[in-house]
């Protein structure tokens, strides 16, 4: 198999997790020409994925970018497109590439279903407990056995360190809070977060770093200024730079968005703290990373908004947050003894 093709246009957890499936790839074809076919907002994550050749982008809300990017596709002559989107658009344009197999999930595996008449074969990727053993489950259309998770997913991102950027800031080492997420109800209240940055600082003598995306420099500030100031608030960041302060950071607490799936995927201790996502599924995959769930309590699981009158993520209490903090810097030391 010379040429090969990827479908998975969003989101950038979902793309991070799909990047275990293209190093299995490139393993198994290790002189392939595999590309990546993406949504434009979510290219630079794949600039830390060595192993494939070259990104498209689309705009799937622009028929101008759709019809160029389709030309592209077509231009290649696949033998083969993955779909490991599972929806009706990435289907279409997996099958529009032109490809000579389209291959996909079987259609109870599918975010939508009418998405499997697009394929030329559907695969059955077994049962997995985390979404990335899932779409390694994919690779069975061409012989590849492979039901364990990658122990090493981490390998698969490259990132250009900014060594001690943020050690330069702070002056010691340091843990990340993530208080940002797409989803409301995947938010953890900012100023739990700030509370949660001065026990961090009084009792694991760790100073504290905000991470903020474009849409949250207010929840950022807000948890900055819950901390008395005991937080750092992180400079505007490039996903690289992110995910540079990731790899150094000592520790890293999120709510189930991307930096943390980016902290899974380098490495970086995790404390994940999940309301309507099954951790099970969606969390970081090292035994050693812990989670505080609410997911068998939440009545809206994975629907985009909360009905509930209080998110469940907010019944998570500061106290709990810094015992699975504790548990996880315990485990450091039983992992990695001095």
């Known amino acids: 198999m010379d040429k090969i093709l990827i479908v998975r246009l969003s989101s950038l957890?979902?793309?991070?997790?799909?990047?275990?499936?293209?190093a299995a790839l490139r393993s198994r074809f290790p002189?392939?020409?595999?590309?990546?076919?993406?949504?434009?907002?979510?290219?630079?994550?794949?600039d830390l994925a060595p192993v494939i050749?070259?990104?498209i982008e689309i705009d799937i809300y622009n028929p101008r970018s759709i019809i160029t990017s389709i030309k592209r596709l077509r231009s290649m002559h696949y033998d083969c497109a993955f779909d490991v989107q599972g929806l009706i658009k990435s289907a279409v344009l997996a099958r529009a590439s032109g490809a000579t197999r389209v291959i996909g999930f079987s259609k109870d595996h599918l975010g939508e279903k009418a998405a499997h008449v697009f394929y030329t074969e559907s695969i059955d990727p077994g049962e997995h407990a985390h979404v990335i053993n899932k779409n390694l489950g994919l690779l069975r259309a061409i012989g590849v056995q492979t039901a364990s998770l990658f122990s090493g997913v981490h390998v698969g991102l490259q990132i250009s360190f900014k060594r001690n950027s943020m050690r330069a800031i702070t002056g010691s080492t340091f843990a990340v809070l993530n208080p940002g997420a797409s989803w409301l109800h995947k938010r953890w209240p900012p100023e739990r977060f700030g509370e949660l940055a001065i026990r961090i600082?009084?009792?694991?003598?760790?100073?504290?770093?905000?991470?903020?995306?474009?849409?949250?420099?207010?929840?950022?500030?807000?948890?900055?200024?819950?901390?008395?100031?005991?937080?750092?608030?992180?400079?505007?960041?490039?996903?690289?730079?992110?995910?540079a302060i990731i790899g150094q950071a000592a520790l890293v607490v999120s709510g189930d968005t991307g930096p943390l799936h980016i902290a899974a995927a380098m490495g970086t201790p995790v404390v994940g703290l999940y309301g309507p996502t099954n951790p099970t599924r969606n969390g970081?995959?090292?035994?050693?990373?812990?989670?505080?769930?609410?997911?068998?309590a939440c009545t809206c699981k994975y629907q985009r908004r909360c009905h509930a009158p209080i998110p469940?993520?907010?019944?998570?209490?500061?106290?709990?947050?810094?015992?699975?903090?504790?548990?996880?810097?315990?485990?450091?030391?039983a992992h990695y003894p001095a």
Request: one cysteine or more; a negative charge.
């Open 13 to 22: 957890g979902d793309i991070v997790h799909s990047i275990p499936f293209a």
């Open 53 to 55: 050749n070259r990104r």
């Open 284 to 296: 970081p995959w090292s035994p050693l990373d812990v989670c505080v769930s609410r997911f068998e």
């Open 201 to 243: 600082k009084k009792e694991y003598a760790l100073e504290t770093i905000v991470t903020r995306g474009e849409r949250d420099t207010g929840i950022a500030q807000a948890v900055i200024a819950a901390s008395h100031g005991t937080a750092t608030l992180a400079p505007p960041t490039t996903l690289n730079d992110l995910a």
């Open 31 to 46: 002189e392939a020409h595999i590309d990546w076919l993406v949504e434009a907002q979510h290219t630079a994550i794949l």
């Open 312 to 333: 469940c993520i907010e019944s998570i209490s500061v106290n709990e947050v810094a015992e699975a903090i504790g548990h996880r810097l315990q485990k450091i030391r």
